[in-house]
């Protein structure tokens, strides 16, 4: 039991620290653009962005100093906030595939909870926010002969770490606990997957949606790791 209780309060902590941080990355890159009247960051390759969250403990980052290991955001951390936030432990009652419509500033909003605090305002229509690059590598990528080699370096650099999910995104097991299968057409969630050598890495769109070394189309050609004005990401901290 006790365990259980450790194990339920990391993932709320994790939860907390996500959807109260709009971005700490914005605190160490000028390469922002305006959202919702805030700076996110944008224009970035998904390498840079892998580094820069790592950085947010050096000397004038924002975690100068902390006994903390901030990193570029897994799919195994998105997918423990999809679940809390479409289950009875986010809602407190059984979980929403399309949420509670709300009212904030005379602008409609989609809410698992029915106010601000369960707004799922993480991705890209019609959420009003940015495809959001995630720690992840198909696990056939080829360095040597990928167009995204620069991109994606530091994911293939860490694959066999805790902080980069290398796997094979088209094989539901190895997916089980990233919220890629298990909250498919939640909020209206779907996700793309192949194992394409050059759009290789994975983007999340909102909570339930996204790409993962997926076909070469919209979002899916964004999944290569280059940089691009509606692609942002989100460190996590873990300690």
Not at 32 to 51: H, L, R, W
Not at 101 to 122: C, F, H, L, P, Q
Not at 220 to 229: D, P, T, V
Request: with cysteine; proline share 2%.
């Amino acid at each position: 039991m006790k365990k259980n209780i450790i194990k339920i309060n990391l993932i709320v902590l994790l939860f907390l620290i996500i959807m109260g941080s709009k971005s700490h990355a914005a605190l160490t890159s000028k390469l922002t653009t305006q959202k919702d009247g805030k700076n996110v960051v944008v224009n970035t390759t998904i390498a840079n962005s892998y580094v820069k969250c790592k950085q947010m403990i050096n000397s004038g980052e924002s975690l100068q100093g902390a006994n903390v290991k901030p990193h570029l955001a897994t799919n195994k951390d998105w997918g423990a906030v999809s679940y809390l936030s479409n289950s009875i432990y986010g809602t407190n009652t059984a979980g929403k595939n399309n949420g509670v419509e709300i009212t904030i500033n005379d602008v409609k909003y989609r809410s698992t909870n029915g106010n601000a605090s369960g707004v799922m305002n993480w991705g890209s229509n019609p959420y009003k926010t940015l495809y959001t690059q995630t720690a992840g590598l198909i696990n056939n990528y080829d360095p040597n002969t990928s167009s995204s080699a620069t991109y994606v370096s530091e994911l293939y650099a860490n694959k066999d770490t805790a902080y980069v999910d290398y796997i094979n995104p088209t094989i539901a097991y190895q997916t089980y606990g990233m919220a890629i299968q298990e909250t498919s057409n939640i909020f209206g969630g779907i996700f793309y997957a192949n194992t394409l050598n050059y759009n290789c890495s994975s983007l999340r769109i909102g909570l339930f949606a996204g790409h993962f070394g997926s076909r070469n189309d919209n979002g899916g050609s964004r999944a290569g790791g280059a940089q691009y004005s509606d692609v942002t990401f989100r460190p996590v901290v873990w300690n």
